[in-house]
């Protein structure tokens, strides 16, 4: 590999389609996931209005899932070496 190590060696130098397609789903996992969070908002406030305590559960949870989402995105995008 041009003598480099393969350890030292970024998957987006080796394959720019690879480094667009990872770029490409790191930015999906955000934007999915900041909209699983923004729902989970909203299902809270009105939970909260209404003084109804399964849907603040239900609010909750999705804020953690969306929370989620965009951690694993990241951490994706992050492992395999986007900029």
Do not use: H, Y
């Amino acid at each position: 590999m041009n003598g480099m190590f393969w350890g030292t060696m970024s998957l987006l130098a080796v394959d720019p389609i690879f480094g667009g397609a990872v770029e490409l789903m790191t930015r999906a996992c955000t934007l999915g996931g900041g909209a699983v969070t923004g729902w989970g908002v909203v299902l809270l406030g009105g939970a909260l209005k209404d003084k109804n305590g399964v849907s603040m559960d239900t609010g909750i949870w999705q804020i953690i899932a969306g929370v989620i989402i965009i951690a694993g995105g990241q951490l994706f995008g992050n492992l395999v070496g986007t900029p």
